[in-house]
């Protein structure tokens, strides 16, 4: 069983910048990769970034590469996302997930959920 919270959401600018957080509970953080999805009102939830158990390996999507990084560490673990050069279209309730062991990048793959966090950005 994994708990997620995350932090760090708010209004930015276009342009600007903001790291969200995750925390996880348990004690087999390092069995789990984790992403981070978004979901804008009236979309579905779509994946943003991923990253491997170790940390070594991340994923993103197009929409999000160049701008964003996903980091774990497995010593605090948390996983956070750093992003920068932020535009209105990434406006959006950002959410911490995990999954057990192998990778994936849809939604349903994943069986563990934060409660989300908000990010606007403002033109």
């Known amino acids: 069983q994994v708990q997620l919270v995350e932090s760090g959401g708010g209004l930015v600018q276009a342009g600007g910048s903001l790291r969200l957080s995750c925390a996880a509970s348990g004690r087999t953080f390092s069995s789990y990769y984790m992403a981070w999805f978004r979901q804008a009102p009236g979309k579905e939830r779509e ?4 990253v491997s158990r170790g ?5 993103y999507a197009d929409s999000v590469k ?6 774990k560490d497995n010593d605090k673990n948390t996983v956070d996302l750093q992003m920068n050069s932020l535009k209105p279209e990434d406006t959006a309730v950002y959410y ?10 849809q939604a349903y ?5 934060g409660q989300g966090t908000q990010v606007t950005v403002s033109s």
């Not at 940390?55 to 994923?59: A, K, P, Q, V």
């Open 109 to 113: 793959e994943y069986a563990y959920w």
């Open 66 to 71: 160049g701008r964003f990084t996903i980091s």
């Open 55 to 59: 940390g070594g390996n991340t994923y």
């Open 96 to 105: 911490c997930a995990a999954k057990y062991w192998t990778a994936g990048a």
């Open 47 to 50: 994946f943003v970034a991923a």
